[in-house]
């Protein structure tokens, strides 16, 4: 069974260009997380769908983040205009149930993105 | 707002000597924790956890403690391989995953 799928691996822009992840959830998950990992720190979460519903996007900067999950399965990410302090990695998701107890997320291996 | 806290930013022990790995929470309402680990351009894998009901869980050579009176967990490689060298990330949920900033453990042959 094929993990959670990200794509691309690594991007480099330039600043205030757009950029867009793609993410692949594992087959039947219905939780699927977007995280951004900074360097030398932990996943911080930026939105959490349940199907195509966002039902936490609390943390997400919602004047250049946006984020949508068509269908309830692949997710995209975009940011626009890119900032130089979005260079971090992306992280990718997913889960089976709702984000409680004893739910243990699954990540994909990230996309890496360089702002310059 | 750092909600958990992993102090040590890296770790280093010899093979087969034991690992021991800390983290801190200040949400109280937290009641489940886990423990990731995460090689290097790879997403992170869970590795074991532990419910707050429970002060301890056990698989194979990882064990996690949990203290909530003093808002503690650890976890316990024993014994240690170097196949273990990772990051290590304590997460812990409440309405959602918060994570540390992670611990880098090195187990030297």
């Known amino acids: 069974e094929a993990g959670v799928v990200q794509s691309p691996r690594y991007k480099i822009i330039e600043k205030k260009q757009p950029v867009a992840f793609w993410c692949n959830p594992i087959?039947?998950?219905?939780?699927l997380y977007w995280y951004r990992q900074n360097l030398g720190q932990g996943p911080e979460l930026l939105i959490r769908?349940?199907?195509?519903?966002?039902?936490?996007d609390s943390q997400l900067p919602k004047d250049r983040f946006s984020a949508e999950r068509l269908k309830g399965v692949d997710s995209t990410l975009k940011i626009q205009p890119a900032e130089l302090g979005d260079s971090a990695v992306y992280l990718c998701?997913?889960?089976?149930?709702?984000?409680?107890?004893?739910?243990?997320?699954?990540f994909g291996a990230g996309s890496r993105l360089t702002v310059l | 707002d750092q909600q958990v806290k992993q102090n040590s930013p890296s770790l280093s022990v010899q093979e087969g000597r034991i690992s021991i790995l800390n983290c801190d929470y200040t949400?109280?309402?937290?009641?489940?924790f886990l423990w990731y680990k995460k090689y290097p351009a790879e997403g992170p894998t869970f590795l074991i956890s532990?419910?707050?009901?429970?002060d301890k869980n056990e698989d194979g050579r990882f064990t996690v403690f949990l203290n909530k009176s003093a808002k503690h967990l650890s976890l316990h490689i024993v014994p240690s391989q170097p196949g273990d060298s990772a990051v290590y990330f304590c997460?812990?949920?409440?309405?959602?995953?918060?994570f540390g900033a992670g611990t880098r453990l090195t187990v030297k042959p």
């Open positions: 532990i419910s707050s009901i429970k």
């Open positions: 997460a812990a949920i409440n309405n959602d995953m918060r």
């Open positions: 087959s039947g998950h219905n939780t």
């Open positions: 949400n109280s309402m937290f009641d489940y």
């Open positions: 998701a997913s889960s089976s149930g709702g984000v409680a107890g004893a739910n243990v997320l699954t």
């Open positions: 769908y349940e199907n195509e519903e966002a039902v936490d």
